[in-house]
């Protein structure tokens, strides 16, 4: 079946600027999440979802970052005013379950604000 | 503090060897889950082995093995038969459950060289 999708694959974007990055993740996996890949600061996680909930979102690196997720599939990541320090590559993955089953990766969006 | 050490910031092992990437994790919780993930340039990370810390035996796929030794924290992975499509980032990672959150916490990562 088809994985994880994102979009746009890359985004460059400039400072100041909104920007939004898609995941949409395998049909029927309920649980969703978002990391950021960055040189600096390697994997971090940003923010989970149990459907359309998202218990805690204190891993968002600040106020310009948001997410959602609606209809329990797809979700949208907003970074408003971007930053350079913003650059990196957003990974989304899901899982069918959650506490410790596997999270299914997608390809990510490579982000870049000059 | 929740973290994941990958001492080896690069590693480098001839076709059809054996290689040892090592991992240590720190963390309180008594129930985790321990997870090997490969990410080659394309940037797909993709699961490579998975280890319940409640068991004792060791994790097996194909030419992938664990030495999971929980007391000390320690999380190895032993690639036998190195072959060229083995060549990746490699990222060791626990799960836990944290402020209502599931998450992975991952370590810095190997970079996996295969040698013809």
């Known amino acids: 079946g088809a994985g994880v999708s994102q979009s746009p694959s890359n985004k460059v974007t400039e400072k100041g600027k909104d920007v939004e990055l898609r995941c949409d993740p395998i049909?029927?996996?309920?649980?969703l999440y978002w990391y950021r890949q960055s040189l600096g600061q390697g994997l971090e996680f940003l923010i989970y979802?149990?459907?359309?909930?998202?218990?805690?979102k204190s891993g968002l690196p600040s106020d310009r970052f948001s997410a959602e997720r609606t209809g329990g599939s797809v979700s949208t990541l907003t970074i408003q005013r971007t930053q350079q320090e913003d650059s990196a590559v957003y990974l989304c993955?899901?899982?069918?379950?959650?506490?410790?089953?596997?999270?299914?990766f997608g390809p990510g969006t490579r982000l870049t604000v000059t | 503090a929740q973290t994941v050490t990958q001492s080896q910031p690069e590693m480098s092992v001839q076709e059809a060897e054996t290689v040892t990437l090592s991992c240590t994790y720190d963390t309180s919780e008594s129930d985790y889950y321990l997870f090997w993930y490969k990410q080659p340039p394309s940037r797909q990370m993709i699961l490579v082995i998975r280890q319940e810390a409640y068991k004792q035996q060791n994790a097996t796929e194909n030419r992938f093995s664990v030495n999971f030794q929980k007391a000390a924290k320690s999380f190895s992975l032993k690639i036998s038969d190195s072959q060229l499509g083995d060549a990746a980032m490699y990222f060791c990672?626990?799960?836990?459950?944290?402020?209502?959150?599931?998450?992975?916490?991952f370590g810095k990562g190997t970079k996996l060289t295969v040698n013809p």
């Open positions: 990672a626990y799960s836990i459950t944290q402020g209502g959150s599931e998450k992975l916490v």
């Open positions: 049909s029927g996996h309920t649980a």
């Open positions: 993955a899901s899982s069918r379950y959650i506490k410790g089953y596997e999270q299914y």
């Open positions: 979802f149990q459907g359309n909930s998202a218990p805690d």
